[in-house]
């Protein structure tokens, strides 16, 4: 590891021995606000005030902390996009505190960002969609997403048919799957339709559906009971 050198005679170059996020790093996440630059010697946080960056949504760099430290953090300006590179450049006039040695010429370096996530989407239903012969005595559907869902935006959820006024949210918030109760009593041989918003949002995020998500099932007919038995009138024990 290389040591940080507190002090500085004026023959020790100042130099960057690392960076947050690192350069060259992949993934970065699309949130940050901050970054950090660390150097071998205690650095004047006003000799880095030409410290900027660029990308996309980004306009530079504003000095935040760790004026007379090794670790100078900047503050971001603009907001970091999805799948896109960005170029820090700290200035050569990088100086260190208390002195006159600098750091002679520019340090460059990149990151990229993380490509967003997929696109909230329904994956799955029970019943399926466009299912028949389903059964009449059907209390509950279930909604099956490719990520964890806020059961929150699911509220305008609803079901249309023969005797069924919605759904009513039953468990599942934060999961991929979520269960819903039939508010009314499924028909024998009748389509209903149930109707996911498009404003259903995924779980500590805000990716949403986008488009309503619609499906529909048909029921089964209704089974007769069983007849009673008849007893043979001959039978006799």
Do not use: C, K, R, W
Request: avoid cysteine.
């Amino acid at each position: 590891s290389t040591n940080i050198l507190i002090g500085n005679d004026g023959t020790i170059p100042l130099t960057v021995i690392a960076s947050s996020p690192l350069a060259n790093q992949t993934g970065v996440s699309p949130d940050l606000t901050q970054i950090s630059v660390t150097f071998n010697q205690n650095v004047a946080g006003a000799s880095l005030a030409t410290a900027t960056m660029t990308g996309p949504n980004v306009t530079g760099l504003t000095y935040s902390q760790g004026d007379g430290t090794p670790q100078v953090v900047f503050n971001i300006n603009g907001s970091l996009q999805p799948s896109q590179n960005y170029t820090v450049t700290i200035p050569g006039s990088a100086t260190v505190a208390g002195g006159t040695n600098t750091l002679g010429s520019d340090y460059v370096y990149s990151f990229t960002t993380a490509a967003p996530p997929p696109p909230l989407a329904v994956i799955a239903t029970s019943p399926a969609s466009n299912q028949t012969g389903v059964s009449p005595d059907l209390s509950q559907i279930s909604v099956t997403f490719n990520q964890n869902v806020s059961a929150a935006s699911l509220a305008t959820a609803t079901m249309t048919g023969a005797n069924v006024t919605g759904l009513t949210y039953s468990q599942g918030d934060g999961t991929p799957q979520v269960i819903f109760n039939i508010n009314g009593s499924v028909q024998p041989l009748q389509t209903y339709t149930a109707t996911i918003p498009a404003a259903a949002t995924v779980a500590s995020g805000t990716n949403t559906l986008g488009s309503d998500y619609v499906f529909n099932f048909t029921t089964a007919a209704e089974v007769p009971p069983s007849p009673n038995p008849v007893l043979n009138p001959s039978f006799e024990q």
